[in-house]
């Protein structure tokens, strides 16, 4: 990982330091790590709208619409837990019998 200095005025420090304190960041760097993860999330999203709004416009969003994006979004969810699922029981380990160890 690259270092970066950077110089602050006294109250922006005080204030990055009570950020950390206050929302359990183990230090500075990570406050300001996070900082930059959200402005390039709120960058690429601008892009999105922006692209959005420049493109030709489609049919209105009706009530069918919404009800199929439910659906599809639901069932997503549905999809994801049955894979942690999945996932959890191919990687648990299996129970050691009474009767193995001597115990009947």
Do not use: W
Not at 18 to 30: K, P
Not at 58 to 67: P, V
């Amino acid at each position: 990982m690259s270092t970066m200095n950077v110089s602050l005025p006294a109250s922006l420090k005080s204030f990055v330091d009570e950020q950390v304190s206050q929302r359990g960041y183990g230090t500075s760097s990570e406050y300001v790590r996070e900082l930059i993860r959200k402005d390039q999330e709120c960058l690429q999203l601008r892009s999105l709208l922006l692209a959005g709004a420049s493109s030709a416009p489609t049919s209105a969003a009706t009530m069918a619409y919404f009800d199929q994006l439910r659906d599809r979004v639901s069932k997503g969810a549905v999809l994801k837990t049955a894979a942690k699922s999945v996932k959890a029981a191919s990687t648990a380990r299996p129970r050691k019998s009474a009767k193995r160890h001597g115990k009947a």
